[in-house]
């Protein structure tokens, strides 16, 4: 039988995204039906495109950038809040039906990192989900009510980055 684990990405070093992906590919690659819903990225990428022309045929894998982009340097955050509000809508409608096996909610920490949603408004939905289904959360300081909620946790960790040493982001290695 199978129990639907709570899995959280974390840590303000480089990898979370692609770790969900990869995860992604992974359930899908055993046949499960996975729904990807981003929080803040608005913009192809190159695991976004990989991963939707892999599942084109099969339509195992379904992407949503529901995101507005970094838009947190505006002060207002009218954007992000509004995105990220329909994003959680979109998020509490796929969890509720039960038509996936893995929920990926990537960069979903920073709606909790701004307030706009408390712990107490997605953790019910977080551990009513259905028993078999699989939610993978990511982003940076989720906070110790979700980590303590959580069945499996990876912090990624920056040791070194080349944007220190002044090398731009990379396509294919940061997009």
């Given amino acids: 039988m199978t129990q639907g684990l709570f899995i959280i990405y974390t840590g303000h070093g480089k990898g979370k995204t692609c770790a969900a992906f990869g995860q992604a590919l992974r359930a899908a690659g055993q046949g499960l039906r996975v729904c990807i819903i981003q929080f803040v990225k608005s913009r192809a990428c190159g695991e976004l495109t990989a991963l939707e022309q892999l599942s084109g ?60 949603l408390s712990p107490g408004d997605v953790l019910p939905v977080f551990t009513q989900r259905p028993e078999k289904m699989h939610l993978l959360v990511t982003g940076r300081d989720p906070g110790e009510e979700l980590l303590d909620a959580a069945d499996l946790v990876t912090e990624m960790r920056e040791i070194r980055h080349p944007f220190k040493k002044g090398v731009a982001a990379q396509k294919g290695i940061e997009w």
């Fill in 57 to 116: 045929s099969t339509g195992s894998v379904e992407i949503h950038q529901v995101g507005s982009g970094f838009s947190w340097r505006d002060k207002e955050m009218t954007r992000f809040k509004e995105s990220a509000l329909a994003g959680w809508q979109l998020a509490r409608d796929k969890i509720g039906s039960g038509d996936c096996d893995l929920v990926i909610l990537d960069e979903f920490t920073y709606l909790l990192h701004f307030h706009i």
